[in-house]
């Protein structure tokens, strides 16, 4: 076999013709492709220099992609190729072609994406409330039956989400409490208010802080535990095996956990008010020389009880919703480990998302009482 080699000559106007010769193949195996390159270097730099393949005997893809990255993945029309080089040099430039971009925006694209994501949320919000009545339909079934309602499951459910988050919700609350008493007792302090930080401090945790930081911790703690525990059972084909067997999934796992936490939420609710009262009277008494007991004493003083009523009901109402998208995220994960993580994600985003609106709407309906 005849190896790759070239001649270089020269026409009268000074142009230079560079003519290969050979086998620019890898059949040969004294081709060095990477030496031959760097030989032509010179020539592949010259834009006005032509190029004459019809000595190759013969030409295979590592040959012709040696030539065109010299050329620059192109094929000029002063190049004299064969027929079937062409097309092997064609075949190559369409591979390693880069997809052109386009300059015009997609204004149809962007359409298109709204419109699956509203139709993506409306899916979401109709699986939902089926879901809600669905879980409705099994509440007033076990009225007429009430020896079927799941106590094992309840009770493991209110454990798991009311004793087991006693101690995140009081640390957290009592530091809070703490930073709240320490930034209002500096700027009361200022204007000689020391006093009124018992109704600032009480308002707004028995009314709106309390609640509303049990429902976050609650959510990122109890309602993540929910989605990724049914998911694991959808996975593992637990929830079909149920309905198998004609056992409501929606009796057996959705209704103890969305029951389970919306009874223990307001007494989370009191406990975390009350490590962040704590929290509040302590910052007091370091910074406004407040005692405990005045701070406690005053307390219902300045803040009337239906206050109390109001964050508990707050309470029933973040449990529920909380443990109800909790399940709905961890009813719709797919056998992968993926959409479990997705899941999970999302039940805790949407769980927080919701507390917060149904904060402001009842924060409204309920803005000329208990103030």
Not at 278 to 288: C, D, I, R, T, V
Request: proline share 4%; charged share 15%.
């Amino acid at each position: 076999m005849v190896a790759a080699s070239f001649r270089v000559a020269q026409d009268d106007q000074g142009r230079r013709h560079v003519q290969l010769f050979g086998q620019w193949s890898l059949r040969a195996p004294s081709n060095d492709f990477a030496k031959l390159k760097k030989s032509l270097q010179p020539f592949f730099a010259d834009t006005l220099t032509r190029w004459d393949l019809q000595k190759v005997e013969q030409l295979d893809a590592a040959g012709a992609s040696t030539l065109l990255s010299g050329w620059g993945n192109k094929l000029d029309s002063s190049t004299s190729l064969k027929p079937e080089h062409a097309e092997l040099f064609n075949t190559l430039i369409g591979i390693t072609k880069p997809p052109s971009k386009k300059t015009e925006r997609d204004w149809l694209a962007l359409f298109a994406g709204v419109g699956k994501g509203m139709f993506h949320i409306a899916h979401h919000f109709t699986e939902f409330i089926r879901l809600l009545f669905s879980l409705l339909i099994e509440i007033a079934y076990l009225f007429r039956r009430p020896q079927d309602f799941p106590w094992r499951e309840f009770s493991a459910n209110v454990y798991k989400s009311g004793v087991n988050a006693l101690p995140v919700t009081a640390l957290l609350g009592f530091m809070v409490g703490v930073v709240m008493g320490y930034l209002m007792s500096r700027q009361l302090h200022t204007f000689g208010a020391d006093i009124y930080i018992v109704n600032i401090l009480g308002l707004s945790i028995i009314r709106e802080l309390g609640p509303v930081l049990m429902a976050v911790l609650v959510a990122g703690r109890s309602g993540s535990a929910m989605t990724a525990q049914i998911g694991v059972m959808r996975v593992t084909d637990e929830i079909d095996a149920l309905t198998t067997m004609g056992i409501s999934r929606t009796l057996r796992v959705v209704l103890p956990k969305v029951l389970g936490l919306t009874f223990v939420a307001p007494l989370l609710v009191l406990w975390t008010s009350g490590w962040t009262l704590a929290g509040g009277a302590f910052a007091s008494n370091l910074e406004l020389g407040i005692s405990f007991r005045f701070f406690f004493d005053y307390l219902p003083l300045v803040v009337q009880p239906i206050n109390l009523t109001l964050s508990l009901i707050k309470g029933l109402m973040f449990g529920f919703v909380v443990a109800l998208v909790a399940c709905h995220f961890g009813l719709r994960i797919k056998p992968n480990t993926e959409s479990l993580s997705n899941s999970t994600t999302s039940s805790v985003v949407t769980a927080i998302s919701g507390v917060i609106l149904v904060n402001a709407w009842f924060a409204i309906l309920t803005r000329s009482i208990g103030v």
